[in-house]
């Protein structure tokens, strides 16, 4: 039973490329929710995802950002156009439907480092 | 805003002692309060949790203390021990992140 998978488990762009981070949840999880991790900070939230479904984005940037999680396949974080700041640890967790906290799984994440 | 403050950042134990971790939150809508622990270059894994209808969750080594009037939870860990080094975060509602605590464990 694979946990949460996370790839590439680091990525490297240029000032300006595209960044694709991928999170297939644990079998059984509908719910994907992703965030990012700065150095010496905390995890701030930024999306939460069902099944072609956005249920919160409050926590994604206005401009460059998108997530999706289609019908098949895994969830996508996109970072379009990508700058020194976007550097950073970017985690996702997957949970079943239902209850709050049951099942709550974080992959190994995907770090990022643009040059 | 940090809608989850954490404290201390980093905190060091001789083995066999308690560490203490505190978190204070704002919003009294949150109802779930997980604390994680992450060890370098792996995800946070869950490690206890509590709703704020009980005052104190244990689980082996691992203690939440809840405080809902002074809106504060704490977790205690009892016989502290070096595979216990990681970092510590305590959240609410899975959304809102403490800013981590190092705990390092001194044999």
């Known amino acids: 039973n694979a946990g949460v998978m996370q790839n590439p488990r680091h990525l490297v762009r240029r000032r300006g490329q595209e960044a694709r981070l991928r999170c297939s949840p644990m079998?059984?999880?509908?719910?994907v929710y992703w965030y990012r991790q700065l150095p010496e900070e905390g995890l701030k939230f930024m999306v939460y995802?069902?099944?072609?479904?956005?249920?919160?984005e409050s926590g994604m940037p206005k401009e460059r950002f998108s997530a999706e999680f289609p019908k098949e396949g895994p969830s996508i974080l996109r970072i379009q156009q990508v700058v020194r700041g976007d550097s950073a640890a970017y985690f996702c967790a997957s949970s079943p439907a239902g209850e709050e906290g049951l099942g709550y799984t974080f992959g190994s994440g995907t770090r990022l480092t643009v040059v | 805003q940090q809608q989850v403050k954490q404290s201390p950042q980093s905190l060091i134990v001789q083995k066999g002692g308690i560490s203490i971790i505190n978190c204070a939150y704002e919003n009294t809508a949150f109802d779930y309060f997980p604390w994680y622990q992450q060890f370098p270059g792996k995800g946070p894994a869950l490690l206890i949790a509590i709703r704020p209808d009980v005052s104190e969750k244990k689980e082996g080594r691992f203690t939440i203390s809840f405080n809902k009037s002074a809106k504060q939870f704490s977790l205690h860990i009892m016989d502290s021990q070096p595979g216990d080094s990681a970092t510590y975060f305590c959240?609410?509602?899975?959304?809102?992140f403490g800013t981590g605590t190092s705990l390092t464990v001194i044999p």
């Open positions: 079998k059984g999880h509908s719910h």
């Open positions: 959240a609410a509602n899975q959304f809102y």
């Open positions: 995802l069902q099944k072609e479904n956005i249920i919160d």
